[in-house]
Structure formats: C-alpha cells, structure tokens
Nanobody, 124 residues
Framework: QVLLEESGGGSVQAGGSLRLSCATS????????MGWFRQAPGKAREGIAG???????TYAESVKGRFTISRDNTKNTLILQMNSLKPTDTAMYYC??????????????????WGQGTQVTVSS
C-alpha cells in the first residue's frame, strides 16, 4: 500500500487560491489512478480531480476550469492547485490512490489508500 499525506489546506477568502500537496511513499508501483476527493459536513465524499498512470485527467464539473491536478514525479507528490475558490468549496480534502480496477478516477469506491485529509475553508 502507498502511504499518503496531504498538506496545504487553510482558510481563504472567496476568489483566493490554495495549493494542496499529497506526499506519497511506499508501494507506488501499479497505481492506476490518483485522485483528490472532498467531503463537506453532512455530504458524501465526492471525487473532484483524478489522474491516471498515463496522465489522463478528469475533473468534476463543479471544479472544472478552476482546479488543476498535476504530479511532481521527482518529489513523488500529487498536487491540486485551486483558484477562484468559492464558499461551496469548503470541505475536508483527501488524496487517494487505487491499484487496478476501472479507469474512472473520480469513483471513490475502488480506492484503497487514503490520506488523513486537510481542511479547506473559504469565507465569503
């Protein structure tokens, strides 16, 4: 299993930006997808950005055009650049990894490795 640790969350005003990082260690071989998920209080965890092992990227409609997922392979780090933040983006953000399964990187059900999460709060 890969070990994941998120960082970079915080509080920001609407319209601002944050950059989340997810440090990876351990078994990164054969990872099919890595993704960013978020969970607001009282809501289900949702996939917002995913990247496959061959760098195909998908975004949820709610973040498309504002968030960018990328990978820094030299640092074994997954990144989520978040711009034009809205109060509705307030949530706990998690990175995750899955081995095998489908190529649907925004489907949380096949993910087996999760970080502990980092809180993002956007005020109006």
């Amino acid at each position: 299993q890969v070990l994941l640790e998120e960082s970079g969350g915080g509080s920001v005003q609407a319209g601002g930006s944050l950059r989340l990082s997810c440090a990876t260690s351990g078994n990164t071989y054969n990872i099919r997808c890595m993704g960013w998920f978020r969970q607001a209080p009282g809501k289900a965890r949702e996939g917002i950005a995913g990247i496959t092992s061959d760098d195909r990227i998908t975004y949820a409609e709610s973040v498309k055009g504002r968030f960018t997922i990328s990978r820094d392979n030299t640092k074994n780090t997954l990144i989520l650049q978040m711009n034009s933040l809205k109060p509705t983006d307030t949530a706990m953000y998690y990175c995750a990894a899955k081995y095998g399964g489908s190529w649907l990187c925004l489907d949380r059900n096949e993910y087996t490795s999760w970080g502990q999460g980092t809180q993002v709060t956007v005020s109006s």
